[in-house]
């Protein structure tokens, strides 16, 4: 029992240390992007390539697992960020940033796939619940700790931090590799498999979809360009900006270790609307007044966004039944990976052209789409239902 709590501690442990780099791009980007000579619309350039190498490996984790399983998968992309966040830190122009982004990304969709369907197999689902708690966990604490550097005008020394502490646990997750219990070969069944258009032109798919890709942009957008909109619009430091920033993942964490408890009274379309009317709330609060309205705004579209992303994903084979559920799941995480690399690029596009006043606004239209995606799918939900 011990070592089980132990190892299951490991696993909670690496969310937390996936979570760690997600966040402090875009509050390093204010003073990296002075030092690069880049336009501040190049943050996106990094955030997209980023989201490529996490795609692609994705796709590959299964292939890699049976070749040289879970264990060493993990150790291996663990290592991969360590290489991506220490030449984040050697950087001496834009190029060489962009090709420590490769390494960083390949590594992280490989953790975020391996252990997701780790634990899926081997733990039941409120543990699936709270390792997505954990990861914002980390996603809180990289900003605090790029912060700490930032006071200093020391982005580097926060990239080179964040990588030490990944070395740590490559060295950790090294000796508890055989540990980790290979996944058990499942007997497919001989019947046709619907081909991936058929899926998508099932009823409520294609809205469904709608909602990853915007929901997750959305969250993207608030971690890349968030801290950007505090300073340039709102004249806030750079180093608060950075604490502030943070509070949204704060909020996203809390709000996630809460909604288990909350489903328990609510049901998921219930659970769904309110998140995403208060995440609308929220990003009204960010383009109101000061630093205070601002915060607020980190807070309550930290607390909406929370529930979403696990709450549909849990919906899908009651949405849409068990026989496709498994390819429609990998369908609808393929298309999250691609409102990370596609929606903050737009964003910093457009606020290039029209400066980041238009964050608030933008995110606004986000959220409008996604909430009448939902609207849409659970009136088809239940119509096929009936």
């Given at each position: 029992?011990?070592?089980?709590?132990?190892?299951?501690?490991?696993?909670?442990?690496?969310?937390?240390?996936?979570?760690?780099?997600?966040?402090?791009?875009?509050?390093?980007?204010?003073?990296?992007?002075?030092?690069?000579?880049?336009?501040?619309?190049?943050?996106?350039?990094?955030?997209?390539?980023?989201?490529?190498?996490?795609?692609?490996?994705?796709?590959?984790?299964?292939?890699?697992?049976?070749?040289?399983?879970?264990?060493?998968?993990?150790?291996?992309?663990?290592?991969?960020?360590?290489?991506?966040?220490?030449?984040?830190?050697?950087?001496?122009?834009?190029?060489?940033?962009?090709?420590?982004?490769?390494?960083?990304?390949?590594?992280?969709?490989?953790?975020?796939?391996?252990?997701?369907?780790?634990?899926?197999?081997?733990?039941?689902?409120?543990?699936?619940?709270?390792?997505?708690?954990?990861?914002?966990?980390?996603?809180?604490?990289?900003?605090?700790?790029?912060?700490?550097?930032?006071?200093?005008?020391?982005?580097?020394?926060?990239?080179?931090?964040?990588?030490?502490?990944?070395?740590?646990?490559?060295?950790?997750?090294?000796?508890?590799?055989?540990?980790?219990?290979?996944?058990?070969?499942?007997?497919?069944?001989?019947?046709?498999?619907?081909?991936?258009?058929?899926?998508?032109?099932?009823?409520?798919?294609?809205?469904?979809?709608?909602?990853?890709?915007?929901?997750?942009?959305?969250?993207?957008?608030?971690?890349?360009?968030?801290?950007?909109?505090?300073?340039?619009?709102?004249?806030?430091?750079?180093?608060?900006?950075?604490?502030?920033?943070?509070?949204?993942?704060?909020?996203?964490?809390?709000?996630?270790?809460?909604?288990?408890?909350?489903?328990?009274?609510?049901?998921?379309?219930?659970?769904?609307?309110?998140?995403?009317?208060?995440?609308?709330?929220?990003?009204?609060?960010?383009?109101?007044?000061?630093?205070?309205?601002?915060?607020?705004?980190?807070?309550?579209?930290?607390?909406?966004?929370?529930?979403?992303?696990?709450?549909?994903?849990?919906?899908?084979?009651?949405?849409?039944g068990t026989k496709n559920s498994a390819r429609i799941m990998s369908l609808q995480l393929a298309l999250a990976y691609t409102g990370t690399t596609c929606?903050?690029?737009?964003?910093?596009?457009?606020?290039?052209?029209?400066?980041?006043?238009?964050?608030?606004?933008?995110?606004?239209?986000?959220?409008?789409?996604?909430?009448?995606?939902?609207?849409?799918?659970?009136?088809?939900?239940?119509?096929?239902?009936?």
């Open positions: 029992m011990k070592k089980s709590i132990l190892f299951l501690g490991l696993i909670y442990l690496i969310f937390i240390s996936l979570g760690l780099p997600d966040s402090i791009l875009g509050v390093a980007w204010p003073s990296m992007n002075h030092e690069f000579h880049v336009a501040a619309s190049s943050a996106g350039i990094v955030a997209m390539v980023v989201s490529l190498g996490t795609i692609l490996s994705s796709f590959q984790t299964n292939r890699m697992i049976q070749k040289i399983g879970v264990g060493n998968l993990i150790v291996c992309s663990i290592l991969f960020t360590v290489i991506g966040l220490c030449g984040f830190s050697f950087s001496q122009n834009f190029v060489f940033l962009i090709i420590s982004v490769i390494p960083l990304g390949l590594g992280a969709g490989a953790i975020d796939t391996a252990v997701n369907d780790y634990v899926a197999l081997h733990y039941k689902a409120h543990h699936m619940n709270w390792l997505h708690g954990f990861w914002g966990i980390g996603a809180t604490l990289g900003p605090i700790i790029m912060g700490f550097y930032l006071k200093n005008q020391n982005w580097r020394g926060g990239y080179l931090i964040l990588a030490s502490l990944q070395f740590l646990l490559v060295v950790v997750v090294f000796f508890s590799r055989k540990q980790w219990r290979q996944p058990q070969q499942t007997t497919h069944s001989s019947e046709k498999q619907d081909s991936m258009l058929t899926l998508i032109k099932q009823s409520g798919v294609l809205f469904s979809l709608l909602c990853f890709i915007f929901y997750v942009g959305i969250e993207a957008c608030m971690g890349l360009w968030g801290s950007s909109f505090l300073v340039r619009v709102k004249g806030i430091p750079v180093s608060t900006a950075a604490f502030m920033t943070s509070t949204y993942y704060a909020s996203l964490t809390f709000g996630r270790l809460a909604a288990g408890f909350i489903t328990f009274v609510l049901s998921s379309r219930k659970l769904l609307y309110m998140s995403e009317l208060l995440l609308l709330l929220g990003v009204v609060f960010l383009s109101l007044g000061s630093g205070n309205f601002a915060v607020l705004g980190f807070i309550f579209t930290g607390l909406g966004s929370a529930a979403i992303f696990p709450t549909m994903l849990h919906e899908t084979p009651e949405r849409f929606l903050p690029p737009l964003l910093g596009f457009l606020a290039e052209r029209f400066s980041l006043v238009i964050f608030p606004y933008l995110l606004f239209l986000f959220g409008l789409v996604l909430f009448f995606s939902t609207v849409v799918l659970e009136k088809k939900v239940r119509d096929n239902r009936n």
